[in-house]
């Protein structure tokens, strides 16, 4: 019998429709262990019953509208609960200013218990069960995702699957001697299997963890992919998967709409290999969405893959076997960034090209800053036609956002630099890394707004893609780098404190004020969400197509949806710079206002256009 008959009818049927292909996943990758399998059959069922009358509602009416999420509705924020409003209860006592920010999409950063000092800002989980103290507790987590379905606000939060804490209960038995929770890690008794690892497998951080395996003090030898406090998790044990589903269960139990699975690619090791994008990894998150689609199918997966668009899009899984709803678009990031330094938009134009090509349904996420560094993984064998060499590029792009590359505004900081690799990593907010923070200094007020028309731009830019626009909290009112992390011994030694400072309520205040640079560029993004909410072309279904504009340093974008169109154009210079058309074109910038028609048009420097056509 594939289920109990006390089983629910809804439960039941939604069961019974994935049951052979989650038995015969579940089979394959563990070793027909149906005892495991039926044991987390019946733990999902468990969840199923715990979850809340109003979040299965919620699943109800989000089945209805498989895609609600692909439409040109949804805005999103990422935040930290302690640098936003220092817990929960202060983020839902903020619920007004996120509304009025035009958000309904808030990405909480990982809050869950970890300890202070190796944490990796919250990425080393020591209780999946429990809120960070600090921050509040799961009631106050509960009480905030509820106040933000009130305000129809969708709710992420990170789910840290690869690794836990060396401080996790699972951990601490291991470190005693307990081998069934050794089992649920990667133990060695001595250093040849780890060596054996060492020769396939690349390094995360080379500079500030060198290394995939630490040694501990008694010995013995465990695999830390990321740092050594970050203990990996063995997903070859079924053990390790039914738990971890369940800790993922309980949290959406919660309230929360978006799982976002951290570190995805790096989950299933094989010696040998360079264990990351596996075949298995594949087969464990489409298990995974199969868990989200009986339990609680409201609920989206997010996956973090930080790779090229080629394994990427893999992520996706088919449209018959789909996994993850959502991605990061990565790659753009850093090539946005490339752009805003070289000018040059061809890389960016590659970029756009190549992503009008995947399959419509493809949601990504689309940011300009994150909580983390930037990382110049671009298209090196692409920009060598243009004569950019990958070391020297890096080190160009690098000195630029730093401000020693001469007449560069801008003021970022690096992190993990490995100077045998002419490798490193950047840091900084959107403000400062286009300019703001050094026209402020010098108190040069043409620079500070060409500094604010290339931060209004990006966002134009990024509003523009196809998918979901998400913020990082801070962005929206021009918040400036936070060196006072130096200070910090518990912070100095990660420069990515620089972009992660507490949210400025005082800057926040002058959100109002035109004559403001917050209020300048707040109410230019507010604007500009207002306009994509209320045009459909923007939604994420749409066709979209680069346009030649003849002229390198400005982006074009055609989007096209039930016979609306849009032309955008983005000058990356600080130039005025003409744009070409093929054809005449004739329309409404939506921005101005302002009536177009001509074969060409002129951008301010850092400016841009939506033409809607007529």
Known sequence: MKHSAAWEKEFAERFEERF??????????????????????????????????????????????????????????MLYVDNFAGDLKGVKAKIDYIKESGINYLHLMPLLKSPKDRSDGGYAVADFKRVQPELGTMKDLEALTAECHKNDISVCLDFVMNHTSEDHAWAKAARAGDEEMRKRYFFFDNWDIPFQFERTV??????????????????????????????????????????????????????????????VPYIWKELGTNCRNLPTVHKLVRMMRLVCEIVCPSVL???EVVMEPSKVAPYFGTKEKPECHMLYNVTTMASTWHTVATKDVRLLNRQMQQLSELPKDYVFLNYLRCHDDIGWGLDY???????????????????????KFEGSPSRGELYNDDESLGDARLCGTAASLCGMETALEKEDKEALRQAID????????????????????????????????????????????????????EKAERRHLQNSVEGAVY?????????????????????????????????????????KRLYAFFNFSPQEQPAYFDGILSGTELVSGKKVRGLSETLKPYGFLWIRCE
């Not at 306009?531 to 279904?541: G, K, L």
């Open 523 to 563: 109410q230019a993004i507010l604007t500009l969400e207002r306009i994509r909410s209320q045009n459909e072309v923007f939604t994420a279904s749409a066709d979209f197509s680069v346009i030649d504009t003849v002229n390198d340093h400005v982006l074009g974008i055609r989007r096209e949806y039930q016979g």
């Open 454 to 505: 290339c931060d209004v731009m990006l966002h134009a830019y990024m509003l523009t893609q196809s998918g979901i626009p998400v913020i990082y909290s801070g962005d929206e009112i021009a918040q400036l780098n936070d060196r006072g992390y130096h200070g910090d011994p518990d912070k100095k030694a990660d420069s990515r404190y620089l972009h992660r400072g507490k949210f400025d309520w």
């Open 202 to 263: 690349p390094q995360v951080f080379p500079t500030t963890a060198p290394g995939n395996f630490t040694e501990l003090e008694n010995g013995d030898i465990v695999m830390t992919t990321f740092y050594p406090y970050q203990w990996d998790l063995n997903y070859g044990n079924c053990v390790v998967f039914n738990d971890m589903v369940c800790n993922m269960l309980s949290l959406i139990n919660r309230g929360i709409d978006i799982i976002r699975l951290d570190a």
């Open 301 to 303: 997966l997010l996956g």
């Open 20 to 77: 052979d292909e989650f038995k015969w996943l579940y089979c394959e990758v563990y070793n027909n262990d149906l005892q495991a399998f039926y044991w987390l059959c019946g733990a999902m069922h468990e969840y199923y019953e715990k979850r809340g009358a109003s979040l299965k509602k919620l699943d109800r009416e989000r089945k209805k509208t498989p895609f609600w999420y692909s439409t040109n509705k949804l805005f999103g924020m």
């Open 381 to 403: 064998d692409y920009l060598s036609s243009f004569g950019m060499s990958e070391v020297p590029h890096k080190k160009f792009l690098n000195d630029y956002f730093t401000g």
